[in-house]
């Protein structure tokens, strides 16, 4: 391996990372905002919890990360849900009046969450087990980095068969684009929704667990994920687990690599790139079966 390629290697694969993990985020709040009509600012928030779960839970042993894994999981299913109550009430009110009231509740959390954690990044180690480096193709890359993304993957295969390839993907869609026919068979249309708002909270606390060990909780980590959440959303496609994917992994190279070779034009590179694919693809890179 010569040229670019291998002195950028490193963070080729960084980017890879990154990528995914905004994944994580992405694919929620494409899903909710795509299916359920609910621009969710308070997404960033569920995965600055899940960071701050896995800080607080994590003992430097596989079992403490599965716990983390499992109570990230659980507070954001609740998280959703609660989020699905407070945003009921003003669907027929525009995004103006939902993006209000969850940047609202945004900043409540975040100001509990520093009251509890203190002010500073706190770093948080993987588990023992998954510490260290290995040689890839001639490199050292961290060990735990590598096992996030085959977890992150694996979690985008699913994602992507339940969604797109089930029939409670069918029914979701069907929901969707019909919502009184759906209800008419005896489906309660409501419950279908909750669930998808449930599932993206979920996924976002999931990433945050995950994700602590790259990018660790502190003041302001919510509105970064917020931010190229959005971006990634926008690149990919509304509603679309193919289109957030591949505008995670777009975006996460874009992010990477612009802040390690060219740190003073990061930002005009990101937004850059997102006006560039909006100029080609209006609706974004992959187009959805529901928005469509």
Same mark, same amino acid.
């Given at each position: ?25 992405a694919v929620g709040l494409s899903l909710v905002f795509g299916m359920m009509d609910v621009l969710n600012l ?47 009430? /003003? ?5 103006? &009046?939902?993006? *209000? =009231?969850? %940047?609202?509740?945004?900043?409540? #959390?975040?100001?509990? +969450? ?81 669930g998808v708002f449930a599932f993206g909270a979920a996924l976002a606390a999931l990433g945050g667990v995950l994700?602590?060990?790259? /990018? ?5 980590? &919510?509105?970064? *994920? =917020?931010? %190229?959440?959005?971006?990634?959303? #926008?690149?990919?496609? +509304? ?54």
């Amino acid at each position: 391996m010569t040229g670019w390629l291998d002195g950028n290697f490193v963070s080729v694969v960084d980017g890879v990372a990154f990528g995914l993990l905004l994944f994580t985020l992405a694919v929620g709040l494409s899903l909710v905002f795509g299916m359920m009509d609910v621009l969710n600012l308070a997404h960033g928030t569920l995965y600055l919890a899940g960071a701050y779960v896995a800080y607080a839970l994590s003992d430097g042993s596989l079992w403490g990360l599965l716990i983390a894994l499992v109570a990230g999981v659980l507070m954001g299913t609740l998280g959703g849900a609660l989020l699905t109550l407070l945003t009921q009430p /003003l669907a027929r009110r525009g995004h103006l &009046d939902q993006a *209000v =009231l969850t %940047l609202g509740i945004t900043f409540i #959390v975040a100001d509990l +969450l520093t009251a509890a954690f203190g002010g500073d990044v706190l770093p948080t180690d993987p588990p023992s087990a998954l510490r260290g480096s290995v040689d890839l193709l001639g490199h050292t890359y961290p060990v735990y980095r590598l096992v996030f993304i085959g977890i992150a993957v694996a979690l985008a295969i699913v994602v992507y068969l339940v969604f797109e390839r089930s029939s409670l993907g069918a029914l979701v869609r069907a929901t969707v684009a019909d919502r009184d026919m759906v209800r008419a068979l005896g489906v309660d249309t409501r419950k279908v929704l909750y669930g998808v708002f449930a599932f993206g909270a979920a996924l976002a606390a999931l990433g945050g667990v995950l994700g602590a060990p790259i /990018l660790g909780p502190g003041p302001g980590v &919510d509105e970064t *994920v =917020l931010v %190229l959440s959005l971006v990634v959303v #926008v690149v990919g496609g +509304l509603g679309s687990v193919r289109g957030a994917l591949v505008g995670a992994l777009l975006i996460g190279q874009v992010q990477t690599l612009g802040v390690a070779l060219l740190p003073e034009y990061a930002p005009f590179l990101l937004f850059g790139t997102m006006l560039a694919v909006l100029v080609v693809r209006p609706h974004g890179l992959v187009t959805s079966a529901v928005r469509a």
